[in-house]
């Protein structure tokens, strides 16, 4: 079982609509949890940050944690165009590395 | 720009070459990540630095690997005798250590592609 698991997907959605993607993971030690953008050939683009449990919003853009079921959260309102991109889950806590999903590619079609 | 820069983009060598990569970080940036990404995957671990000091290796990092990052500023990583396997997007990340209440948050840069053929 690999540390943290996410659908690659791929997702496909209209333009308007709530997208949510989600993380589980295995390792109890994880306490930072970050939602990184990445568009083709390009590097990942930090977009959402949250320590511990909770959540946290950010315009369009809502994390969620919740460590009692090691499940991680990111939505998205009013999805446009522009959002279509691969969005990878990342988690950190004892120790210095981000441990990624494999991330899941979104399209939002006009 | 004030971002994280690598050089070059691309690199096509052949099996058998040694690659040099750079990365500059985030100049206020006390720390230095090298990450990994194949297609369809997540970026993987393979080392970092605090300054000069290189803190912790991947097992993904074989002995062909090498990463330095003299005076603690920018970055090299170098593999040997390239083999195809090594093709894959070799990206570099930075992060201020011990912001508080931000745990360590690593920007990413643009990442160096590498074709082995």
């Known amino acids: 079982q690999k540390e943290v698991e996410q659908d690659p997907g791929p997702l496909s959605v209209p333009e308007g609509a709530i997208v949510s993607l989600n993380c589980t993971y295995s390792n109890s030690a994880f306490q930072y949890f970050m939602w990184y953008r990445q568009y083709s050939r390009k590097g990942p683009e930090l977009l959402m940050y949250?320590?511990?449990?909770g959540n946290k919003e950010d315009g369009r853009f809502t994390a969620q944690v919740d460590k009692s079921s090691k499940y991680i959260s990111l939505f998205i309102r009013d999805s446009q165009p522009s959002d279509s991109a691969t969005y990878l889950c990342?988690?950190?806590?004892?120790?210095?590395?981000?441990?990624f999903g494999k991330g899941t590619k979104l399209t939002v079609n006009p | 720009d004030t971002g994280v820069s690598q050089n070059p983009r691309h690199k096509i060598t052949k099996r058998g070459q040694n690659v040099t990569f750079r990365c500059d970080p985030i100049s206020e940036h006390n720390r230095l990540y090298w990450y990994r990404q194949t297609l369809g995957q997540g970026p993987e671990f393979l080392t970092y630095f605090q300054n000069e000091a290189q803190l912790e290796k991947s097992r993904l990092l074989s002995d062909r690997f090498s990463a330095e990052r003299p005076k603690g500023s920018f970055s090299t990583l170098e593999i040997q005798r390239t083999e195809q396997g090594d093709s894959a997007m070799y990206l570099c990340a930075s992060s201020l250590a011990y912001t508080e209440g931000m745990g360590d948050t690593q920007y990413f840069g643009p990442g160096t592609r590498l074709t082995v053929l």
């Open positions: 990342a988690m950190m806590g004892g120790s210095e590395k981000l441990v």
């Open positions: 949250t320590y511990s449990s």
